[in-house]
């Protein structure tokens, strides 16, 4: 596949800060490409500046292989659909996703036949003469997207658009812009930080942190070879430790909890495990296991996210745990002691 | 429980009774006295009758109607040119400006208000009489080597009327915008559209609620002025107002002056219900 989108050594200085350092990535076409970062890394920056309402300090935005220097927001191959959507409240859904369409010299008939297949395809064909302050969340989104699908743009941008959705639509809405996005194969970018959006939707995910890529990668490898010590503690659950020495294949945490190591990092001071890497009640013939046992505190009852807050057993250290609701474990209660498993690849040392 | 009750009709009375009263004391008996008033004249043998003189009176003196007719033209004409005054300044003051010096600015233009129409009426006559500023400044330079003739003009008195309401067309669109969000602008933008797109089609739709009360203000302030005309306007200005002080003051027909005064008053309501219908704008939006 080629690349659609090429960003290269993009910098954006302000007065006093810098909102974007040296970033470089690439997007293929028809992908899914999600920027992930807490508020204030810079990615709102990063993506106005792909739609041309900001300017680079350095570096070049680069859209099928054409560079964007100079061209202004309504050149650009590129729509955006906005964090608060941005709909034009004194028109009704149809004139709002009829209003880029029209700005373009094509027929009339050919611009009636575009829109039409647009609602329909969103599911809005019923609510085209609706006022948009009339319509819920979900549908206020989807005229969004919409109205900056219909332009049939080359990429189209997405700042957090779920934002503001409850949780249950937002569940809904995941699914459904992924859906949508594989239907019509235009390649999005999606800005969040909301890392079950990044994750769940995206084909690759870019972790963002203070202007700068930390690691861009597929959801699951992102996840499961973390490759920096913010992403690790920044995608997902996990339990930090702070390292006091690690020699020999072996790790020591400040806690003084010690455990074995062997592709170790030599200079790492920071060890991570995830809640549901802990094997609970492991059986003794595995290969490559640390086995321990922990002293269980606390339950912490979250549905299918609960969790035990242990104490490792000689040491301090607090370990969380993921426990599954299924009948194997009922019988665990606060105060108990637990055998716990952990393979070595589990270990994330930085 | 009771009691609870008689505490709530009490405060609703406290609330009410001001309101009752201004409307009828202020509003109500003093239009119906004026509708009646306007419908009596003297007959043969002194005595005042009903009668549809008065309006006949208007109707057949070509001198009324005609005033009648440029009053409105004018002030129509006075309410369009606000506009196109108040916008670019509102414009600047919400999206352009910085908070601090969009304040200090609102002062500024607030300060005719604070003088009074008299003395900037009198500031208006400074300028551009024969002898004035203006005059002054042109033949001292050589453009011109007798005065022109500014005051007393219809010249003079639209520029009377434009800049004693400006202001109240300022404020409401104001209003309006402080409301509308720059990703609109640049939603419309990223569609495509033509900076005169995003003008016509997103910013001023948007603002229509204050530009039609701004404009509503403004008509109404406009056509029932009487300062502005008949001190910069001179002997041709013709406004409509004036005659009614003359009835009133001049002639002492009083009835007269009373049916003069309801058709300035329907008048009013006609243009102002024709532009909330073209407008396509309701009311209680404008009102609001």
Known sequence: ?350 | MKNNKNYFNFTFYLLVVPVLTWLIFMIVIPHAELLISSFKAEDDMGDMVFSFANYIEFFTQQIYWLTFVKTATYSIAVTLLAFDVAFPIAFYLTKVASKKNASFLILLLLIPLWVGELVTVYGWMVLLGDHGVINHFLMTIGIINEPLNLLYTNFSMVIGLLYMSVLFMVIPIMSSLASLDDSLIEAACDLGASKWIIFTRIIIPYSMPGIISGAIIVFMLVIGDYLAPNLLGGKHSLWFTEQIYNNFLTTFNWNEGAAFGFLLLMLSSCVIWLALKLSGQKLDKVGS
């Open chain 1, 1 to 350: 596949m080629n690349n659609i989108l090429e960003i290269k050594n993009l910098s954006k200085h302000f007065d006093d800060f810098s909102a974007v350092k040296n970033v470089d990535f690439v997007v293929e076409e028809g992908g899914f490409f999600s920027i992930l970062g807490s508020s204030g890394c810079g990615k709102t920056t990063l993506l106005r500046i792909i739609a041309g309402f900001q300017q680079e300090s350095e570096g070049d935005v680069i859209i099928r292989g054409q560079s964007m220097k100079g061209i202004p927001p309504e050149k650009r191959p590129v729509n955006i659909v906005f964090q608060n959507l941005a709909l034009f409240p004194m028109m009704n859904v149809r004139e709002n996703v009829a209003f880029g369409l029209k700005r373009q010299k094509i027929k009339k008939s050919v611009i009636d036949s575009k829109i039409n297949e647009m609602l329909e395809r969103v599911g809005l064909h019923d609510y085209e003469n609706k006022k948009v302050t009339d319509l819920s969340g979900g549908q206020r989104q989807r005229v969004a997207i919409a109205r900056s699908l219909v332009m049939n743009p080359s990429i189209l941008l997405l700042d957090e658009p779920l934002g503001a959705l409850d949780r249950k639509l937002r569940e809904h809405m995941k699914v459904e812009l992924k859906l949508l996005q594989k239907e019509i194969g235009t390649t999005f970018v999606y800005i969040t930080h909301d890392q079950s959006e990044a994750l769940v939707m995206s084909d690759k995910v870019a972790v963002m942190h203070d202007g700068q890529f930390e690691q861009i990668d597929t959801p699951r490898n992102l996840y499961k070879n973390p490759k920096t010590a913010f992403v690790a503690g920044f995608v997902g659950d996990t339990n930090r430790f702070e390292l006091q020495s690690s020699t020999n294949g072996s790790i020591m945490t400040k806690g003084g909890w010690k455990l074995q190591q062997p592709d170790l990092n030599s200079n790492a001071n920071e060890l991570y495990i995830r809640p549901e890497a802990l094997i609970i009640n492991p059986t003794n013939d595995l290969i490559d296991v640390d086995q321990f046992n922990v002293t269980i505190k606390t339950i912490l009852f979250d549905g299918s996210n609960t969790k035990l807050s242990t104490i490792v057993n000689g040491s301090a250290e607090e370990l969380q745990i993921s426990l599954p609701q299924n009948a194997q474990f009922d019988d665990i209660t606060e105060g108990s002691q637990l055998k716990v498993g952990i393979h070595h690849n589990d270990l994330k040392c930085f």
